[in-house]
T-cell receptor, first 112, second 115 residues
Framework: DQQVKQNSPSLSVQEGRISILNCDYT??????FLWYKKYPAEGPTFLIS?????DKNEDGRFTVFLNKSAKHLSLHIVPSQPGDSAVYFC???????????FGTGTRLKVLA | ETGVTQTPRHLVMGMTNKKSLKCEQH?????MYWYKQSAKKPLELMFV???????ENNSVPSRFSPECPNSSHLFLHLHTLQPEDSALYLC??????????????FGPGTRLLVL
């Protein structure tokens, strides 16, 4: 049973527009969430995180929103740039454990 | 060298071979992780070492044997693997403290093919 789901395997967005990547989770014990970006032939790179005590965290062009009641988080990238083209993974964890549970990833393609 | 490095980057081995994957972190972290990423599947946590002690073994077959000689180095020894073990093996590290979860930083991975 997948505890973290990214239901969209791919997404294409025009340069300059907003990219919205979604992630759903089932385990109500999760209280810390992260987004990673992965380019081909590289390991995942940490992008942004959010604790369950917040509902929004912003870092430059990247904003993560957390809706605890819906067990849903999303990553907004605005404006999208061609260099943002990569696979994006969301991950969730329960504080005090070492286990991150990852989604299957969404491949974002930003068209110039 | 900075960050988390992994060697080799690519490995092809037969089912009877013995090989080792190496990971080194230069971030001063005290926890290290092995993950497996198979095609179209999420990253699967295999092993966790904190302060050089194994704290997690996620039901991994014994043909995978981790070793953590110090807080900067982590190995994954492989023997008598199966073709279904072909995957990307990722190492990560983090600072494990009392203040809650810490961000894990990943190496580039070793792409393993078992013939």
């Amino acid at each position: 049973d997948q505890q973290v789901k990214q239901n969209s395997p791919s997404l294409s967005v025009q340069e300059g527009r907003i990219s919205i990547l979604n992630c759903d989770y089932t385990n109500s014990m999760f209280d810390y969430f992260l987004w990673y970006k992965k380019y081909p032939a590289e390991g995942p790179t940490f992008l942004i995180s959010i604790s369950s005590i917040k509902d929004k965290n912003e870092d430059g062009r990247f904003t993560v929103f957390l809706n605890k009641s819906a067990k849903h988080l999303s990553l907004h990238i605005v404006p999208s740039q061609p260099g943002d083209s990569a696979v994006y993974f969301c991950a969730a964890t329960d504080s005090g454990t070492y286990k991150y549970i990852f989604g299957t990833g969404t491949r974002l393609k930003v068209l110039a | 060298e900075t960050g988390v490095t992994q060697t080799p980057r690519h490995l092809v081995m037969g089912m009877t071979n013995k090989k080792s994957l190496k990971c080194e972190q230069h971030l001063g972290h005290n926890a290290m992780y092995w993950y497996k990423q198979s095609a179209k599947k999420p990253l699967e946590l295999m092993f966790v070492y904190s302060l050089e002690e194994r704290v997690e073994n996620n039901s991994v077959p014994s043909r995978f044997s981790p070793e953590c000689p110090n807080s900067s180095h982590l190995f994954l020894h492989l023997h008598t693997l199966q073709p279904e073990d072909s995957a990307l093996y990722l190492c990560a590290s983090s600072h494990s403290g009392a203040g809650g979860p810490e961000t894990q930083y990943f190496g580039p991975g070793t792409r393993l093919l078992v013939l």
